[in-house]
């Protein structure tokens, strides 16, 4: 990650959120923490998240010094500092001198001082006094030998009230709201034109008619919904932009956030253009299943799309250590776990493994939340030990890894404002739950170990031999002319039904389908499949359940793989195939189930000539993520199965660690991960 490696080289990160503020007058802990950090192979703290209480108690009164002890006494001892900024959590004195930097919800109510993630992103006062604590921090120590980053606030957005609609709605963010549109459509003819106002008497004949939608104003109408999404995620953007600058003011250390993987209301695409690196929080729920393989396909999910929004490297800025406190059943990771969750991270992209938290509170909200260092017994206890033992593992790993990153052949289309117009369209079924839909995809790819990126509508192809695109309805402006010269020029395009319905505005499409010609294909309608009436897929010898939509189509030039069993489309398709320029296009008219899904995969594969990079027989629960560059080549064999399964190679590899010859029938433990390299690389033994 170049962005950071030139003032942490040659280390994989690890540590994590560290609040000393709290415990200031218990002097002998800094040390205390200190000397447990050396003894855990952490090399790195996450200051002052949350912290601006104690960094400004007063208005214009900075208290750094504590900080700044902190700081250098880390740095002493080879601890490196991510300094946040801490606008996450507003003091007191702030929101009772000027309430208006409250949000105001959709019911026209001002919230009340509390929790986290409430500030408004409009409000010039809020602006003003984030300047004022920003610039303060990055005067003290923005070039301070031991800070190598910021962390901008901390997981914007994140208010657990609203997942989707958690802008403002004070008249600040309204006017920017209307000036948002007036920028976007120039004049209100064009507006009421995208919006389709006509319907229900909608037309605007004034910009001051137009609010902020929500139970208590317009909230049916899809266009000013999908716009009104926009602006949400485009001001708070706006906000941490304004926080990047004010720390870029005294300081020329590398700048993130950390986000929160599939968060609705943040379109992290546009985010990631602003930020000199990503990050992720991922806090994956494992064993509340026995099987814990979805589990494991979420979070390589998670990981799989940070490191896709720039293609290079990222900061696992948060995990637990054991357990969580604000889940219904907290289940601690069983042993094994930490170490395969951890390395899991480091497969698809990380370079580093950081924890909320280092210390435990002794009090509030997270006192019972994973720490590496708890209440009670100190450094004795299990949880120091596995976390010991993953930073001797991670030293060790660091030369082999630093300077590689996955390099997927295949894509799959994940598109905020897809997802945001799918999800509110009103058809078929409701809720649609995209992100639900879409992890059965993943996991397909998880399955057989196969990296994938995750794109979205803007991003280049050309990478690419295959790019997989589920309930793609919308086609955002210039999609459908990328997808042609990416079929053209040889690659291989799968899409499914419910694609292609409507534009970038949600108007949808007349007479034809954009990529009628390219799919072969004449959609009629959609129909949803009833427990009482379920069709199925029949393709050759097999046949497949539908899950939900069908869609009726006819082949217009492609070949017919497979057709519906049942109802009056019974014989009509279900699954076609049509070449196009060099490459191919596959239409999955039916929603299948995960075996359909997987065969679907498996003939996409095949077409495209996209391979698990491991020759092994598939086995369930394990799988392979590779990291490459500068001729090297990584594959992490990851065994999420809480017993001993036996994997077969077919062909001899080197274990990266240990040197060892790897071939064969080989027995992973429950949990482990086995990294592997081609047996020809001449190299010394890690060990």
Known sequence: MQAIEQFAPGVILHGGDYNPDQWLDRPDTLEDDIRFMKEAHINEATLGVFAWSMEEPEEGRYDLDWLEKTVDRLYENGIRTILATPTGAMPHWLTEKYPEVMKVDEHGIRRMHGQRHNFCPSSPVLRRKMQGINEALARRLGKHPGVIAWHLSNEYGGDSDAQTF?????????????????????????????????????????????????????????????????????????????????????????????????????????????????????????????DDTKMAQWASLYYALTRSLKRMPFLLMESVVSSVNWTPRNIIKRPGMHMLSSLQAIANGADSVQYFQWRASRGSSEKFHGAVISQLNGNNTRVFREVKALGERLEKLAPRVLGTVNRPQAAILYDWENIWAVNDAQALVNPFDFNKRFLTYYGAFWDRGIDTDLIDMDSDLTPYRLVFAPFNYMYRKGWVEKVRRFVENGGVFVTTCWSGIVDENDLCFLQVHPLADLLGIRPEEYDVSAPYMQNTIDWGEDHFLVKDVCGVIHAEGAEVLAVYGKNYYAGSPALT????????????????????????????LREAGVKCPIEMEPVHGVTVSCRQGDGRKLAFVQNFNNRMVEVFFRKPYQNAESGERVEGAICLEAYQCLILEETQRKTESLG
């Open 166 to 290: 958690i802008g403002c709605h004070c008249p600040y963010c309204e006017a920017a709201f209307r000036t948002y549109l007036k920028e976007r459509y120039g004049t209100l003819e064009k507006l009421n034109r995208a919006w389709w106002a006509g319907f229900w008497s909608n037309r605007f004949t004034s910009w001051e008619q137009i609010h902020c939608p929500g139970e208590g104003s317009e909230h049916t109408m899809h266009g000013i919904k999908l716009d009104y999404r926009r602006f949400v995620s485009a001001r708070m953007l706006d906000f941490a932009r304004a926080e990047r600058d004010a720390v870029r003011k005294y300081s020329d250390r590398p700048v993130c956030t950390n986000m929160m993987g599939t968060f609705d209301p943040l379109d992290y695409f546009k985010w990631a253009g602003e930020l000199d690196f990503v990050s992720v929080d991922c806090y994956p729920q494992w064993h509340i299943q026995e």
């Open 577 to 604: 195939i049509h070449g196009y320029g060099k490459g191919k296009a596959l239409y999955a008219a039916a929603e299948g189930r995960e075996d359909f899904i997987g065969k679907l995969l498996d003939e996409a």
